[in-house]
């Protein structure tokens, strides 16, 4: 005989506890190899290979361009006939491509400087691009997995996870980076820094692997979104649907809006970084793992506070604090570098933009089509981000030669002067500060 029906319930609970459980490890465990092997150190590599603006805005922006096809995931997913196993492919072969990017740096002294960058770029984007489609599939799961009721403070909670693992993993690519000697590198050789690039990404690759055995050991559940029961010509179409949702739309305009305004200034706000602060590569990871420690410490709070008041007031005050702190780059100088420690300080209230972003994705979207829309927020978001940062990164080489610098006269006799890296900051905070207008339109009901 079948077990008793009362036990069926506490059952599927019990179940559900432990996949979520198992959630938290596989972010916690990709946590880590994002943090040994995150957009910064493939920059500080690229830079030391003599990229352009260009070719920094290119690996800043690369990976979100080819992202648009994550629209066609759910297609994908529907001919596998099966979400976990598509998910578990994915997430698979991202960390085999991450894998390649050794490769590519010890493949240095056969290539030239260029065809280095390009394969480095190329291997970077693929790695990326089969993550997305992973995501996708992840983030459908995670829909049907935990209720509604409580979708913010897990959130919160998995977020949390993820950003411990970068932490830990940021600190264990500073110890590499810091002190190479300890991993059996001779810093005193011309090449050491970038054999702890190399190192780095070699760990890195590890535990990106590692991190898919926590969803092997999870259970598929049943979805609304009914994998494998749907034409092909359906699901192209409901490609297009979030599109077509006029309440998912003011979404999709907040969300475009505030990867626009990140992705103008990404390459200013790197080479400010690197040229202007001359901040070295574990300093700055040190401060950006201080950052994303204090994140980690209240993103569960702030689930729970958008569970009880919902996504957008929290995010107002965030979205604020983020405008203000890019504008502490102005100040900034190699003496005064501690400016970069305050603007990390105001960006740990992107705490709440990361838990609010993905609760509004979910709460907006129609069940039956969660894939869709999670494609589609992702696809639209990136793809903006990308294209900026391009343009960002054109704009840095062109403003460079053409901008004369300005010299501004503040209070007290000190002198200010306005170049294009600082310029282009302050475009960026001026756009930051849009985004208040588009994220108060959102509806949440």
């Known amino acids: 005989m079948n077990a008793p029906a009362p036990n069926a319930p506490r059952r599927t609970a019990a179940w559900r506890r432990r996949d979520i459980a198992l959630s938290y490890a596989n972010a916690g465990l990709w946590g880590i190899g994002n943090g040994l092997v995150g957009s910064a150190l493939i920059i500080y590599f690229a830079r030391s290979q003599g990229a352009s603006g260009l070719a920094i805005g290119l ?261 604020a604090l983020v405008a203000l702190g890019l504008a502490c780059y102005l100040p900034a100088t190699e003496r005064r570098w501690w400016w970069i420690a305050v603007a990390y300080v105001l960006w740990i209230a992107y705490a709440g933009i990361n838990v609010g972003m993905p609760h509004l994705m979910l709460r907006l979207a129609q069940p039956q089509f969660s894939a869709a829309y999670v494609a589609a927020w992702f696809a639209w978001t990136k793809l903006v981000y990308g294209l900026t940062s391009v343009v960002g990164g054109q704009l840095v080489d062109w403003l460079k030669t053409s901008f004369t610098p300005i010299a501004v006269q503040l209070g007290g006799g000190t002198e200010f002067i306005l170049d294009h890296l600082s310029l282009l900051i302050l475009i960026g905070v001026a756009l930051r500060l849009v985004s208040l207008l588009f994220l108060a339109r959102i509806r949440e009901d």
């Not at 361009?65 to 995931?73: I, M, T, Y």
């Not at 056969?110 to 089969?130: F, K, N, P, R, S």
């Not at 040190?286 to 919902?310: C, E, W, Y």
């Open 59 to 319: 690996i800043i922006a690369s990976p979100q361009l080819v992202g648009v096809l994550r629209l066609f995931a759910p297609v994908l997913q529907d001919r596998l006939g099966n979400r976990r196993l598509f998910c578990l492919t994915a997430f698979g072969a991202s960390g085999l491509l991450l894998g390649c990017l050794p490769a590519v740096y010890l493949s240095r002294a056969l290539l030239d400087e260029g065809v280095l960058l390009a394969a480095l770029i190329v291997v970077w984007t693929l790695y990326h691009l089969t993550e997305f489609f992973g995501v996708v599939a992840l983030w459908s799961w995670i829909a049907d997995l935990v209720p509604a009721a409580v979708r913010g403070r897990y959130i919160g909670r998995r977020t949390a996870w993820m950003n411990a693992g970068r932490v830990l993993g940021t600190l264990l690519g500073i110890a590499v980076t810091a002190q190479p000697q300890w991993f059996g590198i001779d810093a005193a050789t011309t090449g050491a820094k970038n054999d702890a690039y190399a190192l780095c990404m070699v760990f890195g690759t590890l535990l990106v692997l590692a991190s898919v055995a926590p969803l092997a050991a999870m259970r598929e559940i049943a979805s609304p979104t009914a994998v494998g029961q749907r034409s092909l010509d359906q699901r192209l179409r409901e490609i297009l649907l979030p599109f077509r949702d006029r309440h998912f739309w003011r979404l999709l305009a907040y969300g475009g809006w505030f990867s626009f305004s990140n992705g103008v200034t990404s390459s200013a706000q790197y080479f400010y970084q690197i040229g202007v602060v001359k901040l070295d590569y574990w300093t700055f990871r040190t401060i950006d793992t201080s950052m994303k420690a204090a994140q980690t410490a209240v993103m569960p709070r702030v689930g729970r506070l958008i569970d009880r008041v919902g996504a957008v007031r929290p995010m107002l005050v965030c979205q």
